[in-house]
């Protein structure tokens, strides 16, 4: 459980949160959209303890101790194997796990330098990370971006199955379908804060809606012929 009041992050003079207030619950998926720069990563970086701010964020645990943090674009040193990695992310909570090999779900060239994976390969490397790790709370910013499709079914079946485990999960996504398939509900970003809270019976209805403001009349204005 994580209880957030009031948060708030500025950057100067530019406010990208302001005075979130939000309750999440273990065993639940909750999808946050927003448009490109609504402050979804940011959000996400104050979750996970990467950013300051102002505000108060409680839980039963200690946030760092037990959040997965999948980020759009994980860094990994020069120099690291695949393998090498995941034993990092393990030692870093302590926690052990035997014959990695075979936690490889993704097939991934672990005898390999990770900076040298492609984008797809990368975010399957950190997801598998944060994974073996057992944290109880997951941020996924962008899961699916850059992932091929069979690993993007892979992804949306690890995201049932922690909720089936009592975890707590945070998605972004531009997908709408994947967010429709895995959250009991989701959030809108908008000038900074929460504007709309929707749950699963009424996704299509937001997907609509979404869909209607973005797209307008742009299509028309093309004179396509």
Do not use: W
């Amino acid at each position: 459980m994580i209880r957030i009041n009031n948060l708030s992050k500025k950057y100067g003079t530019n406010t990208v949160l302001n005075n979130i207030s939000i309750h999440l619950e273990k065993g639940k998926v909750y999808g946050i959209v927003g448009e490109n720069g609504a402050g979804k990563t940011t959000f996400f970086n104050c979750l996970s303890g990467i950013e300051q701010y102002q505000g108060k964020i409680d839980s039963i645990k200690n946030l760092k101790d037990t959040i997965g943090f999948l980020q759009t674009e994980s860094y990994f040193f020069p120099k690291i194997t695949g393998k090498e990695y995941l034993q990092l992310l393990i030692n870093a909570r302590e926690v052990k796990v035997k014959h990695i090999e075979e936690r490889n779900i993704f097939d991934l060239p672990l005898d390999k330098y990770a900076v040298n994976y492609s984008t797809g390969m990368k975010k399957k490397l950190a997801l598998t990370g944060i994974l073996l790790q057992q944290n109880e709370v997951f941020i996924l910013d962008e899961p699916f971006n850059g992932v091929d499709i069979q690993s993007n079914i892979v992804i949306t079946e690890i995201i049932h199955k922690l909720k089936s485990l009592n975890k707590l999960i945070i998605i972004s996504s531009h997908i709408f379908s994947t967010l429709a398939e895995t959250c009991d509900e989701i959030h809108v970003l908008e000038n900074g804060n929460f504007s709309e809270k929707v749950m699963k019976e009424d996704f299509k209805k937001l997907e609509d809606e979404m869909k209607k403001r973005t797209v307008g009349n742009k299509i028309d204005r093309l004179d396509l012929v």
